[in-house]
Structures are given as C-alpha cells and as structure tokens.
C-alpha cells in the first residue's frame, strides 16, 4: 500500500480542515470519524502515520493506540490533543507514539510532522544513528540524574520528585537542566522521543 496520512478524529470540521490541509502540501490522506471505524478498516500492511484525537466519543486515540499495539501495528502515531497534558504526552511517546500535537496547532509544523513520520516509517528497515547517540548521552549522566530522568519520563512534577528523593525542589530543577543540557532535548517530550528505543 502507498502511505497517506490516516486521520482519526470525530470532528467533521478538524477532519476536513486535515484533509485540505494535507491535499494543500502533497500529502495523501483519508480521515475516519470515530476509532472504531478505523479499525474495522485497519490491516497490517498500511503505510504512513496515524493521525490521531486523544479524547473522542465512544473509544479513544489512547484505547485505538494501546490496541493496535497489541496487534503489533507498528504506524507511527502522531496525537491531536485540544487538552495540555504533559504526563499524558510523556506516557504517550514512552508507549512508541511518534509525537504529541496541542490543538490548536501550526499547520505547517503539523504537516511537516507528518511528512517526518511517513520518512521515519519509509526509512524502518535502515540501522538507526540516534540510538548510539543516545547511548552516549545517557553514560554522560551520574546516577541521581538517572533517578530524576526515570521519574521526568513518568510524568511527575518536580515537587513530587523532590518528595521521593527526599531533596530540595530547587536541586531537582538543577538536575532537571543538566538532564536536558547532557541528553541535548528541550523537553521531558523530546527525552522520551529520543529514548523511545533506548530503554
């Protein structure tokens, strides 16, 4: 099958804003209105990204994605979210998901997203550079930083982290930017993005 942008999202008007915007930079798609849809019409072979609503009627973005994990699908998955939620981000991409997208959004990033995904499921079959990288980067950290990164990958806040490691907040924010700085991200998203298959 050639790859096309498969957007799921029950809202007719982002589903046809998507989809014009897509046709507008070259870009093959086909929407669903609902998770189930999608998945009566899902196989294997599909090529492309999954453009995916965390929150919609009836099953999730979050439940499609855990099942089609199950099934062993491995299209990459890019998440539309209107609501901000950082641990749910951080739990998305440390499952596998490409990325995590806030509504409302750039169209030309989401797009340019898009376009990296259907690259990044083109290009599977190819050794992956960054994994050694990220290997390198993480033998850079001492092993407080460690405990701090482990617990920025599962979501909590700095306070709760400075609780369990019974240190100052002011310390794990410390350890927070060296994390960053070592490991060469800007956020807790883009940490787990780049020790998604590292871990």
């Not at 982002?14 to 899902?42: K, M, N, Q, Y």
């Not at 453009?51 to 999730?60: I, Q």
């Not at 440390?94 to 340019?112: I, M, S, T, W, Y």
Request: charged content about 30%.
């Amino acid at each position: 099958m050639s790859p096309i942008a498969h957007i799921v999202d029950d809202d007719e008007a982002i589903r046809d804003a998507l989809t014009w915007l897509f046709r507008s930079r070259h870009v093959d798609s086909r929407a669903w209105p609902s998770a189930e849809a999608f998945l009566a019409d899902w196989c294997d072979d599909l090529r492309g990204c999954l453009v995916l609503d965390v929150r919609m009627g009836g099953m999730s973005g979050l439940q499609l994605f855990d099942l089609l994990s199950e099934r062993g699908s491995r299209l990459p998955v890019i998440f539309l979210s209107g609501h901000g939620d950082i641990p749910l981000a951080v739990a998305a991409v440390k499952k596998g998901a490409f990325d995590f997208v806030e509504k409302p959004f750039n169209d030309n990033e989401l797009v340019d997203r898009v376009i990296r995904a259907m690259k990044f499921d083109a290009s599977r079959k190819e050794p992956d550079p960054n994994a050694a990288v990220a290997a390198a980067r993480l033998n850079q950290l001492t092993p407080r930083e460690r405990e701090v990164m482990e617990r920025i990958l599962a979501g909590k806040y700095n306070k709760v982290i400075a609780d369990e490691l019974n240190i100052a907040m002011r310390t794990v924010e410390v350890h927070r930017a060296r994390i960053f700085e070592k490991m060469g991200v800007k956020s807790a998203v883009e940490l787990a993005q780049l020790l998604s298959g590292n871990r």
